[in-house]
């Protein structure tokens, strides 16, 4: 059987988390499933041939009205007709799936072929893999941030983060051109988003459930960095502070007017199926409180959610859509029911929630 999800190689550890609850109250109003996006994804998946399912679920708008959707474990292959997938479906460890100028769902870009599918992004000899954080568009190319990890041993947790690089999309064509090791440590998993504003390209990051934040000038991705201290900017990382705690590994910090909102899963107790927004007035923070956004309802004791990203690009006024990702701790589930491992889109009635007008 293929490597399990990253998702699931953590939460073997977290097993007595996985329906915990956060502690605060419960969402003030329902929130509503963006239904078009869950049945395109749907639709696009059980046909079969290309991406059947994946987590992580990054959208970065391309200059051309294309759309890159960053995936990091996907399954390919078919899907039957009662919605099982085959149990020799291969997984590889990142993707990117083209939406068209139109709405619809074209290729899936991965390495390989068809038939012998490799990760988009590989390390060619190496037993490392790379999954993805987040992507900008700097001038001709796409440039996007993966964390790698490096395989120990033939078990689902035999494996350490090894650090950070910055891969290099040509566009239109969406071909790498380059993989850059970006020098920084290995204990932070750099580029869970990735904002610009004011000048500056913020990449945030998250060591162990904290938050962390560096920036580069806008267009300057490939560095220096800088490091945010709680005072100030340093070149130094290990000048750099943990900020707020309980975010996941990945999560979106968005700029909606004069305010800068985090939308997380809560990771304080484990895994929850609490999605939470902290608000600051600046991109360093700090944040305030949380609200309650939304409580996922597929979780269970069998299943988890994590990976709250927001896609503000796709969101109409006074709401904000956000996906999260939804996974099995029993892998048998996820060829069972290939819908389970896909992620789902929502409406937050944004301003309501935060009591403004």
């Known amino acids: 059987m293929r490597r399990p999800s990253r998702i699931l190689v953590v939460a073997a550890l977290l097993l007595s988390a996985v329906v915990a609850s956060s502690g605060v109250a419960p969402a003030p109003r329902p929130v509503v499933p963006a239904a078009g996006l869950n049945e395109l994804w749907n639709s696009y998946g059980d046909q079969g041939g290309h991406w059947t399912g994946g987590d992580r679920t990054v959208s970065v708008p391309l200059p051309d009205g294309r759309t890159a959707w960053l995936f990091s474990d996907t399954f390919l292959g078919r899907v039957n007709p009662d919605h099982s997938r085959p149990p020799d479906s291969p997984l590889a460890r990142n993707t990117l799936v083209v939406q068209r100028s139109d709405g619809t769902l074209g290729e899936t870009l991965h390495g390989g072929t068809a038939d012998d599918p490799e990760p988009l992004i590989g390390l060619p000899g190496s037993d490392e893999h790379c999954w993805v954080g987040d ?205 389970i491992y896909r992620p789902r889109f929502v409406e937050v009635d944004w301003l309501p929630v935060l009591g403004r007008s």
């Open 135 to 339: 992507g900008a568009v700097e001038g001709d190319v796409l440039r996007v941030l993966y964390n790698r990890y490096k395989t120990t041993g033939p078990g689902g947790l035999d494996f350490r983060s090894t650090g950070t690089s910055l891969v290099t999309f040509r566009l239109p064509a969406l071909t790498p051109s380059e993989v850059l090791v970006i020098p920084v440590s290995d204990r932070v998993a750099w580029g869970s988003e990735l904002l610009e504003d004011g000048g500056h390209t913020y990449v945030y990051g998250s060591e162990q459930g904290h938050l962390r934040l560096a920036r580069v000038p806008i267009g300057g991705l490939r560095g220096p960095w800088q490091f945010w201290t709680g005072a100030g900017w340093s070149s130094r990382e290990e000048d750099g502070i943990r900020m707020l705690a309980g975010v996941g590994t990945a999560f979106s910090v968005i700029r909606i007017g004069a305010e800068y909102v985090l939308i997380t899963m809560d990771t304080s107790p484990g895994f929850s199926p609490v999605m939470l927004a902290y608000t600051a007035s600046s991109p360093t923070g700090p944040f305030g409180a949380p609200v309650v956004l939304h409580r996922a309802p597929e979780a269970n004791e069998r299943r988890i959610v994590y990976d709250a990203t927001a896609h503000p690009q796709l969101s109409r006024p006074g709401k904000l859509t956000v996906s999260y990702n939804v996974n099995s701790l029993d892998h048998r589930d996820n060829f069972a029911d290939a819908r």
